[in-house]
Structures are given as C-alpha cells and as structure tokens.
C-alpha cells in the first residue's frame, strides 16, 4: 500500500483516450490505493486524434505543473502529438514544480525537451489508460513502478542470451527510437556524453530500425555513448521480397558495424510486462552470457513511498 498521500494529475499531450472507460477504471483504482487524483484531460474535449486542440493539450501540461497537490504528471497514453508543443512548453516551470513526469512512447519527446532544457529527469514508465486503467493490470507492471519510484535505487535483471559480456555506466537515457530520431537537432535533443541508450519502437520494419540507429550514428550520437540497450520492437510484418533479412539479421549487421556494444532483451516498449527506467538516472549496465543487470541510482524518488499494487 501507499504510506503517504500521491497526488496525480492526468494529463494528454498526445492522443485521445481510445477507451473512456478506461480512463475511469484507472482513477478508481489509483483513489482505492489513496491516491489523489486531479484529472486535466476532459474527453469531451478531444480534437482530431489528439486528447484536445493543441493549446488545450498545453494548458492541461501547465496546469498541471502548478498544481500544489501534485507531485505525478501521468500521461493519460502516448500517440502522436507532443512534438507539435515542444515550442511552447515552459520546460523550465516543470522542472522548477519538481513533479515527476511519468509516460513513454510518444511522451519521449517531452522528456527529451526536459532533459535538453533543464537537466531535469523524468519516468519511462506506465501510463494512466493503457496501464493503470487495463481491463486486467500487469502486475509486474506497476509494482515495478511504485518501486522504482521509492528509491533510493533500483535494479532491472533481465534474462537474456547472445549478448555481449560488458561493464559500462553512465547517463541512462532514451525512449521511443522514431521519437529521438525526430529531435536530431533541434534544441530538444540533449547532449549526453557517456550514456547508456535504451531505445524501444512498435511497428516498425528492421531496415527503418537499421536506418533510424545509423542516423543516430552518422550525427555522432552513438560514438558518444557507452551503451545501447534494445527493448522491444514488435509489430511489424516482413515481406517476400526481404529475402531472409529480419530483425535478428539486422541485429547482426549493427553489432558489426556500430561503435559501441549492443545490448538486447530489456522488457520495455508497447508490451504488457514493462519495466521503468528514470531518464535520466545513473546507471551501471552488467552484461553476461545468460544476462543483465542495470543498477539505477541518482534519480528523483518519493522516498516515503512504499511498494504498491492495483487491484
């Protein structure tokens, strides 16, 4: 259960809740476990695809940032619509809130900007639709979260084989790969030296994979990490005519050609089972033949928070 009172606010940056009923599953369930839930996004507002006309979806950010009982901003979900407010978000209003901004997906655009802006850190982790408002929770999913963000660490063991066996630390920081890539110079994009890349995508063919990570390459980005750790890429479909060229063959041809070691097998993308990672913390990346370890640390907590669990 939760020792201290959290409060919440929702908020949609991007799309639209698919499910309303989703979005009052999900508060039910955070106010059951004596969460304080103030909810900015309105559906009756939505606009297009998006979860309310682009200066709606602003005001919902910033509103949010100001709110004194708040100290979570969750993304209601990801979809596409935060770059269009990169330009007109006060980045530095959030990071000087001191709320945690939790999503992923699309909401990686965001906390790029924050991280560029400010040096603010923020949650890779669940979001309130697809998550929290799930017809049937991921336990794991959200027990992961509510610990990570206890602190003062946290350690993510995956089993995994084929890996390289490496030693690295650094900055842990990235998200959804098409999302980092749109970023590539614009004042959004942090510069990060000596880092440890996670990167996910859904729907995405191998050779757009392959060609999004060799852009991350050819702009220098990759040469200056220590790191890049794959999660997931599923959803897309091969054809005919890729002639046995599939995910592991690109794998392959990356690992021979990239200047840094590729770690694969992190539960983190558009699945279920997902771990969190705070963008932002300091990480050390232990790599052996049936696995890895990333010990997280230095990273914003609530630290009288204890393990919880949606019901």
């Known amino acids: 259960m939760i020792t201290q009172q959290i409060g919440i606010a929702i908020v949609a940056p991007g799309g639209q809740a698919l499910d309303p009923c989703a979005v009052e599953r999900a508060i039910a369930r955070l106010e059951a476990q004596g969460c304080l839930v ?163 995508d859904i729907c995405e063919h191998p050779y757009r994979i392959e060609r999004m990570l060799l852009q991350l390459d050819q702009a220098g980005v990759l040469a200056r990490q220590r790191a890049l750790v794959l999660g997931d890429f599923s959803g897309y479909k091969l054809g005919a005519n890729d002639n046995g060229y599939d995910f592991d063959t690109m794998l392959g041809y990356l690992r021979r050609t990239l200047p840094l070691p590729i770690v694969q097998g992190l539960s983190f993308g558009h699945i279920g089972r997902r771990v969190t990672i705070p963008f932002g913390a300091q990480g050390r990346l232990v790599s052996r033949s049936d696995g890895f370890t990333l010990g997280l640390s230095d990273y914003p907590t609530l630290p009288t928070l204890t393990s919880a669990r949606c019901g």
């Open 38 to 200: 103030h909810n900015y996004y309105d559906h009756a507002r939505i606009h297009e695809r998006f979860g309310g006309t682009d200066q709606g979806r602003l005001a919902q950010l910033h509103a949010a940032a100001a709110d004194p009982d708040i100290q979570l901003i969750m993304a209601l979900r990801g979809g596409y619509g935060c770059t269009r407010l990169l330009p007109q978000i006060d980045f530095e209003a959030i990071a000087a809130s001191g709320k945690l901004l939790v999503g992923f997906s699309d909401i990686t655009a965001i906390q790029m900007g924050l991280m560029a802006r400010t040096g603010a850190a923020s949650y890779a982790g669940p979001m309130l639709a697809g998550d929290f408002g799930a017809l049937d929770p991921v336990s794991f999913t959200l027990d992961d979260f509510w610990r990570c963000l206890a602190g003062p660490t946290h350690t993510i063991n995956q089993s995994a084989t084929g890996n390289p066996c490496i030693e690295a630390s650094g900055t842990v920081w990235g998200g959804n790969l098409a999302m980092i890539c749109s970023l590539l110079g614009t004042p959004y994009f942090p510069q990060i030296e000596g880092g440890i890349l996670y990167l996910e």
